[in-house]
């Protein structure tokens, strides 16, 4: 059984990083038939693509959000991470990681989700 | 990119049938059979429910099919139950190789 689990601090402050880290059992980053994937909800609004990664280290980005964000990868630990720099209230949200079914390198579909975590950005 | 236009809400008396539509462009639903659907319930993660237009993941109910016509996919729930109340989300792979989502429907059972 895939798990995701989402981790990092819950609290960060205005123009800091932010930083998650999503932990996969039951699963191998090291998928070639998957990618790897970090998207957000802000209380009471809808799902946004933040991006995703590739076992080789090869990321595609949200254009909104491209020049502060760089999603990594750790085969050894089987995790992923998300960090997002000068951060303000506007990205305060639910963080998801999930994993995503791919076929010739297009996204099929975010086939297994986290629980998600919240983070709140305040001073 | 602009999200993905869905109808704000949609709403149906139980065994009935509601269907929720997803516009794009040429440039991604109009240009891909790589469009999925996600139910998410209040404080839940989102779940797969159609995935590449109308394909269904194991266990999902038949009573959920996809569609597409065009640039605008389709999500249709048959016979509406109490336990389909929730958020519903497209999302499109897009010619940019990034991915779009819509901007939510929520499903209200009467």
């Known amino acids: 059984q895939v798990q995701l689990q989402e981790s990092g601090p819950g609290l960060v402050k205005p123009s800091e990083t932010l930083s998650l880290t999503c932990t996969v059992s039951?699963?191998?980053?090291?998928?070639?038939?998957?990618?790897w994937s970090w998207i957000r909800q802000p209380p009471g609004k809808g799902l946004e693509w933040i991006g995703s990664?590739?076992?080789?280290?090869?990321?595609s980005y949200n254009p909104s959000l491209k020049s502060r964000v760089t999603i990594s990868i750790d085969t050894s630990k089987n995790q992923f991470s998300l960090k997002l720099n000068s951060v303000t209230a506007a990205d305060t949200a639910v963080y998801y990681c999930?994993?995503?079914?791919?076929?010739?390198?297009?996204?099929?579909?975010?086939?297994?989700w986290g629980h998600g975590t919240m983070v709140t950005v305040s001073a | 990119q602009s999200a993905l236009t869905q109808p704000a809400s949609v709403s149906g008396s139980p065994g009935q049938s509601i269907t929720i539509s997803c516009t794009g462009t040429?440039?991604?639903?109009?240009?891909?059979?790589?469009v999925s659907w996600y139910q998410q319930h209040p404080g839940k993660a989102p779940r797969l429910m159609i995935y590449?237009?109308?394909n269904r993941p194991s266990g999902v109910s038949s009573r959920f099919s996809g569609s597409k016509s065009g640039s605008t996919a389709s999500l249709t729930i048959s016979g509406l139950q109490a336990e389909d109340e929730a958020d519903y989300y497209c999302?499109?792979?897009?010619?940019?190789?990034?991915?779009?989502f819509g901007g939510g429907t929520k499903v209200t059972v009467l």
């Open positions: 999930s994993r995503v079914g791919i076929i010739s390198m297009i996204v099929r579909a975010f086939d297994i």
């Open positions: 039951g699963a191998s980053v090291n998928s070639g038939s998957h990618y």
């Open positions: 990664i590739y076992y080789s280290g090869s990321t």
């Open positions: 040429s440039g991604d639903v109009g240009g891909y059979n790589f």
């Open positions: 590449e237009v109308s």
């Open positions: 999302t499109s792979y897009t010619v940019s190789t990034t991915v779009i």
